[in-house]
Every structure is written in C-alpha cells, then in structure tokens.
C-alpha cells in the first residue's frame, strides 16, 4: 500500500478503485507510514499550530428524520431548546474574550429561525467583532438564503454530504431528502464564494469502503476548504441505536488521506473523536488534523445538543473547554492559536520526480 500512499502524496489524487483498495488493505505498518506523511505535510503548511473554531449550538429542533441522529424530528425524548439572539451574542462576547476568532453557529434545519434572523445575528456579529469569522452550519437551504448570509457577513458554511453513494444516502434519511439536492447545495455556497465545508460519518450503517471510496472521490471533485469527518455514534433513541460505533482507527486514517489530498485544508479534530476515545483529538492532530472545535454554547442546553450518545464536554463552561484543548494540544507538541485561521488557496504544481510545490 506504500506505493498507492507515494501517489496519493504526489498526486493528492487516487482513482475509487484505489481509495478502496486502500481502505480494505491498510496494514499497521502501511497506516504508520502514512501518519508520518500527513504529518509532514500539515507541518509544511501550519508547523504546530492549531486552530480554534467558538461552536455555538442553537438550536436543536429539526424538521429532518435523518435515522442516525439524536436530534431527529421524530425523536419525541428529546429536550428542545432555541437560544434567543441575546443569549447567541452573549456566547461570542464570552468567546471573544477568550480568544477565539470564528464563531460556528450550529443548529438542526429550524424553521422558526428565518432568513431574517439569521442576517441579523451575522451582522450583528461582524459590526461587534469585524476581526472574527462567522462559519453556518444550519443545513439545506436555498440560493436565495445562502446569498442572504453571505451578504450579511459569513464567511463559512458546513454541510457534510454524509455520504457520496446514492444507495447508501437512501439507507441513511427518509425520502424526502437526495443526495443530488445536498451536492448541489454545496456547489452553490463554493460558487457564492463561501469558505465550503464538507465530510462523512466513519462507519455509518451499511457503508462499505468502496462507498468511503465514492466520498473521497466526491471531496476531491469539490475540492472544499474544510473537511469534517468524526465516527458514527449511536443515539439510543434512532432507528440506528444498535448498530456498532464507527471505527476509530479507520477515521484517523481517512483525516491522513485526506490531509494528502488538500495539504492546505482545515481538518477538524471532531469532538465524536475525542468521545470514542479519551485522546482521540490528540491523535487526530497527530495524523494530521489542525482545528478543534470548543462549545460556546450555555451549559444549561449542552446536554441537549445530544446528536450521539455520551458526547462528551456538555458540562464544561466555555473558559474550561479551551483551557482544556490547549493543555491537551501540548501534550502532542501543538499550541492553540489565536487567529481566525482562514484557509489560503494555493496553486499546485506537480513535479516528476520531486515532492508537489506550491506557490502563492
């Protein structure tokens, strides 16, 4: 498999066929390899940093099914809440004082939450605190909506695909919802110039590597600023509860891969990372990964916010949680930084016989 990691280096690319001989034939030792070459790589564009993104969860109604999440409109256990535009601004007064630079605002597809309310709090936000970054991740919407967003002032927006596989997107959400129709959102926030972020769950039900294949592929294809991957997590109260937690393993493998394919992306070392095991952020920097993600929100709604089982930092306040991170990022020769850690293109340039370069 070294041979496929060389190209995947050189090239940033692999044909599917390839991605999924990849995945099935990874020995330790091949897996130990391409560690060091992710790690090469994020050093030569980002040394030891690490940045920070403020995540302010608020609010966890959704009109979505999907079948792996705990937040899911037909999950009547759960506890739903809205923060109020104060309580969304008391979080970046409080992030900003701590040192963070990018506010993520996350929420279930909301529809008490308007256009309007989301252009207010972004220019509320960038009138406040014109040095920081706003990053949306509140799902499918239209055109229309996302030009509106961007116009107030965001800069950023994630959206994972979930999966790049028709099939497979089938088993995952009701019918009401297409794989076709979530591409094409992520085509139009890249073309309304938005920062784009995308990514998978890592051992979702019923995914084959020939499906994490597709993804790659997909990635690729759309060539994003930011790429979020994390384990499937059971919630105890989905279709999907007794189905297995994804692999850890594999999902520091595929931040790897995917750190060779966009050497200058922003990789999150995903909080479902560090809750299927203690040092799973940790490590998730050590193959290559170069954001973590501390919640901002109250405390007082964290254990809400339950997309997955036994999620971890819901009871820590906001000074907590990054103090914590940035003890934790020492312990692998990383320090946090204060920035707002935007992504810088570059062009790259494939050289025979020589490492890629790249230029400004």
Same mark, same amino acid.
């Given at each position: 498999m070294k041979d496929l990691i060389d190209i995947l280096r050189k090239t940033r690319n692999l044909k599917e066929e390839e991605f999924a001989a990849l995945i099935r034939g990874m020995s330790d030792e091949d897996g130990q390899y391409l560690k060091e070459n992710a790690f090469q790589v994020k050093q030569a564009f980002y040394g030891n940093k690490v940045f920070t993104r403020g995540l302010i969860e608020f609010t966890n109604y959704c009109k979505n099914d999907c079948y792996y999440c705990g937040i899911r409109k037909s999950n009547t256990n759960a506890v739903r809440y809205r923060l109020t535009f104060e309580d969304i601004m008391s979080c970046c007064e409080q992030g900003y004082e701590l040192g963070f630079r990018t506010f993520v605002l996350q929420g279930g597809e909301d529809l008490r939450f308007t256009d309007e309310d989301i252009e207010k709090v972004c220019l509320s936000i960038k009138e406040k605190y014109p040095d920081c970054a706003i990053t949306l991740s509140i799902g499918e919407k239209s055109y229309e909506s996302y030009k509106r967003y961007k116009e107030?002032?965001? &800069? *950023?927006?994630?959206? *994972? =695909?979930?999966?790049? &596989? &028709?099939? =497979?997107?089938? +088993?995952?959400? $009701?019918?009401?919802?297409?794989?076709?129709? *979530?591409?094409?959102?992520?085509?139009? +926030?890249k073309e309304l110039g938005y920062q784009v972020g995308t990514g998978f769950m890592v051992g979702s039900p019923y995914q084959t590597p020939e499906c994490i294949?597709? &993804?790659?592929?997909?990635?690729?294809?759309?060539? $994003?600023?930011?790429? /979020?991957?994390? $384990?499937f997590l059971p919630h105890h109260d989905t279709p999907f509860k007794e189905?297995?937690?994804?692999?850890?393993? +594999?999902?520091? *493998?595929l931040i790897a891969i995917i750190r060779l394919m966009i050497p200058n992306g922003l990789i999150?070392?995903?909080?479902? +990372?560090?809750?299927? =095991? $203690?040092?799973?952020?940790?490590? /998730?920097?050590?193959w290559g990964a170069n954001v973590v993600m501390p919640n901002l929100s109250p405390v007082r709604v964290r254990k809400q916010y339950e997309l997955y089982d036994n999620k971890i930092c819901t009871g820590d306040e906001a000074a907590e949680c990054r103090a914590c991170l940035q003890r934790r990022m020492l312990t692998v020769g990383h320090e946090i930084v204060t920035a707002k850690g935007d992504f810088i293109p570059h062009t790259f340039e494939t050289v025979e016989g020589k490492e890629d370069i790249c230029t400004m």
């Open positions: 107030a002032g965001a &800069d *950023r927006y994630l959206l *994972r =695909h979930e999966t790049a &596989d &028709d099939e =497979h997107y089938s +088993l995952l959400h $009701p019918g009401s919802l297409k794989l076709a129709e *979530r591409k094409q959102c992520l085509w139009n +926030l294949a597709k &993804d790659l592929t997909f990635i690729k294809e759309l060539e $994003p600023a930011m790429v /979020g991957i994390g $384990p189905f297995s937690k994804g692999s850890y393993e +594999l999902t520091l *493998r999150p070392a995903t909080t479902a +990372l560090g809750t299927i =095991h $203690p040092k799973g952020r940790e490590e /998730g920097i050590s």
